[in-house]
């Protein structure tokens, strides 16, 4: 029967033996630190989220639905995106770089603006600029930048050629039904001041076009159409009398922000300060300036 020391490999008894010996020890520790802290980084830079997306990829995706001029839209000579959301995008983006080290490009791509909160939720795109109202639809499920561009807008009441009771802003509280398009700002006016202010929800009827909104207007089905100023005031003088414009409700304030994931927290960190540090050195109302916005 074998002695059980003998399963044992003995210590080298010179020291060459014994110093090759912590030498090969000391050298899988090595690797095995070197593999976990390796390890322990792709695991982390899998964790940081928008941040850590961008900089493995090499580049900012931002959407924006490219049919608002000055914003945003396409310029078919230059084939590429133009605008002052695009501009601000680039100055948003050369700052990621710099906080993530490694240089960006910027990804513009033009999505419909009722999909980009859900592009925003499952990762397709890091940050939309897209003239998207804070207070707007997309309040709640997607996180906002502080504001960098603020509007007040203007907006036309159209009631029927007939119509006598309708000739005034406070007169929209007697309206038995109003008439407004889904997704416009007109329809936050009238969440934010007549709906909160105790105005029936159940009496604002929303469309999807212009002349869903007028026929309800021709078939009495509501008593007023509230749209833009200018819109409102062609519409009433080309109607030859069937339309009217019977008020306008103006200083109406509106902010815009910069919109992400609702996990996006260092990136949105990142912009708040780009779009301050923006404002307070004037660069902000040169962009502006740059596209006629002041």
């Given at each position: 029967?074998?002695?059980?020391?003998d399963?044992?490999?003995p210590?080298?008894?010179?020291?060459?033996?014994?110093?090759?010996?912590?030498?090969?020890?000391?050298?899988?520790?090595?690797?095995?630190?070197?593999?976990?802290?390796?390890?322990?980084?792709?695991?982390?830079?899998?964790?940081?989220?928008?941040?850590?997306?961008?900089?493995a990829?090499?580049?900012?995706?931002m959407?924006?639905?490219?049919?608002?001029?000055?914003?945003?839209?396409?310029?078919?000579?230059?084939?590429?995106?133009?605008?002052?959301?695009?501009?601000?995008?680039?100055?948003?983006?050369?700052?990621?770089?710099?906080?993530?080290?490694?240089?960006?490009?910027?990804?513009?791509?033009?999505?419909?603006?009722?999909?980009?909160?859900?592009?925003?939720?499952?990762?397709?795109?890091?940050?939309?600029?897209?003239?998207?109202?804070?207070?707007?639809?997309?309040?709640?499920?997607?996180?906002?930048?502080?504001?960098?561009?603020?509007?007040?807008?203007?907006?036309?009441?159209?009631?029927?050629?007939s119509?006598?009771?309708?000739a005034?802003?406070?007169?929209?509280?007697?309206?038995?039904?109003?008439?407004?398009?889904?997704?416009?700002?007109?329809?936050?006016?009238?969440?934010?001041?007549m709906?909160?202010?105790?105005?029936?929800?159940?009496?604002?009827?929303?469309?999807?076009?212009?002349n869903?909104c007028?026929?309800?207007?021709?078939?009495?089905?509501?008593?007023?159409?509230?749209?833009d100023?200018?819109?409102?005031?062609?519409?009433a003088?080309?109607?030859?009398?069937?339309?009217?414009?019977?008020?306008?409700?103006?200083?109406?304030?509106?902010?815009?922000?910069?919109?992400f994931?609702?996990?996006s927290?260092?990136?949105?960190?990142?912009?708040?300060r780009?779009?301050?540090?923006?404002?307070?050195?004037?660069?902000?109302?040169?962009?502006?300036?740059?596209?006629?916005?002041?």
């Open positions: 029967m074998s002695d059980p020391n399963l044992v490999s210590m080298p008894k010179n020291k060459k033996g014994r110093r090759t010996l912590i030498a090969m020890a000391t050298i899988v520790v090595v690797v095995i630190l070197v593999l976990t802290f390796s390890l322990s980084g792709f695991f982390s830079s899998k964790d940081q989220g928008a941040l850590g997306r961008i900089k990829q090499g580049k900012m995706i959407a924006t639905d490219a049919s608002s001029i000055p914003f945003e839209f396409y310029d078919p000579v230059e084939a590429r995106y133009e605008g002052f959301d695009v501009d601000l995008g680039k100055r948003i983006m050369e700052k990621v770089s710099k906080e993530v080290g490694r240089s960006l490009t910027l990804d513009v791509r033009d999505i419909p603006f009722d999909s980009i909160p859900g592009n925003l939720d499952n990762n397709n795109v890091d940050i939309s600029l897209s003239r998207s109202v804070i207070t707007g639809q997309w309040n709640g499920s997607v996180l906002f930048s502080i504001p960098y561009l603020t509007e007040t807008e203007s907006y036309g009441i159209i009631v029927n050629g119509e006598s009771s309708i005034s802003v406070q007169d929209l509280w007697n309206a038995s039904r109003i008439a407004v398009i889904e997704g416009t700002t007109s329809q936050l006016w009238l969440q934010d001041v709906v909160q202010g105790g105005y029936s929800s159940e009496k604002v009827s929303v469309f999807q076009t212009i869903a007028l026929l309800a207007m021709q078939d009495g089905t509501s008593q007023a159409f509230i749209i100023e200018e819109t409102a005031k062609d519409y003088e080309s109607s030859s009398g069937a339309l009217k414009l019977a008020a306008v409700i103006s200083g109406y304030q509106l902010s815009y922000g910069c919109a994931n609702v996990e927290v260092g990136l949105k960190e990142i912009v708040n780009v779009i301050a540090n923006m404002i307070a050195s004037g660069e902000m109302n040169e962009l502006k300036e740059k596209w006629g916005l002041v």
